[in-house]
């Protein structure tokens, strides 16, 4: 059907709705994969096109499960992997919130950066951190993403693992070197943040282990 819209009307690829969103953005959404192959082959296609709020179609290919044929489609029409969306975040934002390991292997194999800070000063990894995705983590530390860096409400990564209560985060983040005496806007620590006794034990256990001082002296 698809097909015999364009065959009928090329210039639909190009319509916007009214969220400035092309057809490519909704079969993105759908992981329509054989409609947007089919809309790449257009011409006038453009992979990089941004919707009213900046997002592309990698973007959105990179946030939503089972995306895999989808991204690895875009990434091979050369989607443009560090384009931002209006308010800073790349496609890398995207996945490492959705804890797509893969996706995130295939961003940073086509030059994805690590590095780029959002509107709200958070990196990759502050997001990885917030959901407790372990290899997301280590993936972003392998790939330069500094440890330390806090976002506009003054949190590390690290505050933000204890915060949602991912010890196994917050440990991988202490060995890489993540400051502990770091306090947030509110003047928190990161072990501060810890949601129950649990989850505090745990890690203060894991950081004796490890010879770390989670308290200034």
């Not at 489609?73 to 050369?78: C, D, P, Q, V």
């Given at each position: 059907m698809v097909e015999s819209l364009l065959n009928a009307n090329p210039r639909l690829i190009s319509r916007r709705d009214d969220?400035?969103?092309?057809?490519?953005?909704?079969?993105?959404?759908?992981?329509?994969?054989?409609?947007?192959?089919?809309?790449?082959?257009?011409?006038?296609?453009?992979?990089?096109?941004?919707?009213?709020a900046g997002w592309t179609?990698?973007?959105?290919?990179?946030?939503?499960?089972?995306?895999?044929a989808l991204v690895d489609?875009?990434?091979?029409?050369?989607a443009d992997v560090?384009?931002?969306t209006n308010n800073g975040q790349t496609a890398?934002?995207?996945?490492?919130?959705?804890?797509?390991?893969?996706?995130?292997?295939?961003?940073?194999?086509?030059?994805?950066?690590?590095?780029?800070?959002?509107?709200?000063?958070?990196?990759?990894?502050?997001r990885a951190a917030a959901v407790g995705n372990v290899p997301i983590v280590k993936l972003m530390l392998e790939n330069k993403s500094p440890v330390n860096a806090t976002d506009i409400d003054g949190s590390t990564a690290l505050h933000h693992a204890?915060?949602?209560g991912h010890g196994d985060t917050a440990v991988v983040l202490l060995k890489a070197g993540a400051e502990t005496d770091k306090r947030d806007a509110s003047g928190a620590l990161a072990i501060d943040l810890a949601p129950d006794a649990?989850?505090?034990?745990?890690?203060?256990?894991?950081?004796?282990?490890?010879?770390?001082?989670?308290?200034?002296s």
């Open positions: 969220d400035d969103r092309l057809p490519l953005h909704w079969a993105c959404s759908y992981n329509r994969v054989p409609i947007v192959e089919l809309l790449s082959e257009s011409k006038g296609f453009d992979v990089d096109a941004q919707d009213g179609a990698l973007m959105i290919a990179s946030s939503i499960q089972d995306g895999d489609l875009l990434l091979g029409k050369s560090n384009t931002k890398l934002h995207f996945t490492a919130s959705k804890s797509n390991l893969d996706t995130a292997r295939k961003l940073l194999a086509h030059k994805a950066t690590a590095r780029v800070k959002d509107k709200r000063g958070q990196l990759p990894l502050h204890i915060a949602e649990k989850v505090r034990t745990y890690i203060e256990k894991a950081a004796e282990e490890e010879g770390i001082e989670l308290r200034p």
